[in-house]
T-cell receptor, first 112, second 114 residues
Framework: GQQLNQSPQSMFIQEGEDVSMNCTSS?????WLWYKQDPGEGPVLLIA?????ELTSNGRLTAQFGTTRKDSFLNISASIPSDVGIYFC????????????FGTGTRLTIIP | EAGVAQSPRYKIIEKRQSVAFWCNPI?????LYWYQQILGQGPKLLIQ????????DSQLPKDRFSAERLKGVDSTLKIQPAKLEDSAVYLC????????????FGPGTRLTVT
């Protein structure tokens, strides 16, 4: 099946720093989604992207649909303690069924 | 707007026992999903319903897992008999329709099989 590779697997940053993470696939995707999951909770949808090159913001979060349609990027500006959690990308492949494929996640930790 | 509700939040059972999880999607959402999330991994789709019909159950271990959505609203997922490797978080999600890929998740049920 489809696989999504997320990078980095984990990040340790200081409060106030900017964060960048990405998600890549070996095949073309029609839709990219970014979710955040807190411990003991379900994933929460942050941003949805539907067109190659699309750049969408949600507060301090900005995500981009890569022009090759095989990758997506998420940036967080001026990180705050509540940004801690696991960030998952998810994509709907161009070919195949409607099923979303999830990445393995990027764990964000803020160092005091 | 109320989110996706799931119960129970936690369940501990012994192997070979049975267990059931319940999900109530967001009102008006026609599509319902059950995912399994093993520690350290992303969610993996088990089954997708459109109203009360199954759209995709290709990754559901049908020898032990079953799910239903009889009235096209809430849904139950059952495991019988459970195995140690079934220990995971079971997430329910819903979306407005099959055409919408924006899925909204419930808090999940953490299952521990001993």
């Amino acid at each position: 099946g489809q696989q999504l590779n997320q990078s980095p697997q984990s990040m340790f940053i200081q409060e106030g720093e900017d964060v960048s993470m990405n998600c890549t696939s070996s095949s073309i995707f029609n839709t990219w989604l970014w979710y955040k999951q807190d411990p003991g909770e379900g994933p929460v949808l942050l941003i949805a992207l539907y067109k190659a090159g699309e750049l969408t913001s949600n507060g301090r979060l900005t995500a981009q649909f890569g022009t090759t349609r095989k990758d997506s990027f998420l940036n967080i500006s001026a990180s705050i303690p509540s940004d801690v959690g696991i960030y998952f990308c998810a994509g709907q492949p161009r070919f195949g069924n409607e099923k979303l494929t999830f990445g393995t996640g990027t764990r964000l930790t803020i160092i005091p | 707007e109320a989110g996706v509700a799931q119960s129970p939040r936690y369940k501990i059972i012994e192997k070979r026992q049975s267990v059931a999880f319940w999900c109530n999607p967001i009102s008006g959402h026609a599509t319902l999903y059950w995912y399994q999330q093993i520690l350290g991994q992303g969610p993996k789709l088990l089954i997708q319903f459109q109203n009360n019909g199954v759209v995709d159950d290709s990754q559901l271990p049908k020898d032990r897992f079953s799910a239903e959505r009889l009235k096209g609203v809430d849904s139950t997922l059952k495991i019988q008999p459970a195995k140690l490797e079934d220990s995971a978080v079971y997430l329910c999600a819903s979306s407005l329709s099959r055409a919408s890929y924006e899925q909204y998740f419930g808090p999940g049920t953490r299952l521990t099989v001993t």
